[in-house]
Nanobody, 124 residues
Framework: QVQLVESGGGLVQTGGSLRLSCAASGRTFSMYNMAWFRQAPEKEREFVAA????????SYADSVKGRFTISRDNAKNTVYLQMNNLKPEDTAVYYCAAGNSGWLPSDGATYDYWGQGTQVTVSS
C-alpha cells in the first residue's frame, strides 16, 4: 500500500513558477514509476509528466514540454514537479500517481495509487 500526499499548489500569475511535491509512504517508493496528472473543471483528466522508478526516464505531455520538470528523491520518498512559465490553461487540480505495472507513462490505468490532489490556479 502506498499513500500519496501532494503539496505546493496555489495561486500564481501568468509566467510565474510553482513546485509541487508528492510525499509517499511506504518503504517501496523506489520501486514505483511516478506521474503527475491534472484535471481542469469540466475536462477529462490528462497526463502531465512521469518518471520511471530509477529516475533514468521521463515523459512529458507536449503542452508542458520545456516548461515543467519532473524529478524524484528516493531517499525522501518524494517526487516533484517544477512548473515554470505557467499559463492560465495550466489551471487544474494536480494529482500524483504511483504504479509498477510497466512503463506506459501517460496511461492512467497503469497507476495503482493516487493522491487527493492540489489546486493550481494561474491568473491572467
Amino acid at each position: 500500500q502506498v499513500q500519496l500526499v501532494e503539496s505546493g499548489g496555489g495561486l500564481v500569475q501568468t509566467g510565474g513558477s510553482l513546485r509541487l511535491s508528492c510525499a509517499a509512504s511506504g518503504r517501496t517508493f523506489s520501486m514505483y514509476n511516478m506521474a503527475w496528472f491534472r484535471q481542469a473543471p469540466e475536462k477529462e483528466r490528462e497526463f502531465v509528466a512521469a518518471i520511471r522508478w530509477s529516475g533514468r526516464s521521463t515523459s512529458y505531455a507536449d503542452s508542458v514540454k520545456g516548461r515543467f520538470t519532473i524529478s524524484r528523491d528516493n531517499a525522501k520518498n518524494t517526487v516533484y514537479l517544477q512548473m515554470n512559465n505557467l499559463k492560465p490553461e495550466d489551471t487544474a487540480v494536480y494529482y500524483c500517481a504511483a504504479g509498477n505495472s510497466g512503463w506506459l507513462p501517460s496511461d492512467g490505468a497503469t497507476y495503482d495509487y493516487w493522491g487527493q490532489g492540489t489546486q493550481v490556479t494561474v491568473s491572467s
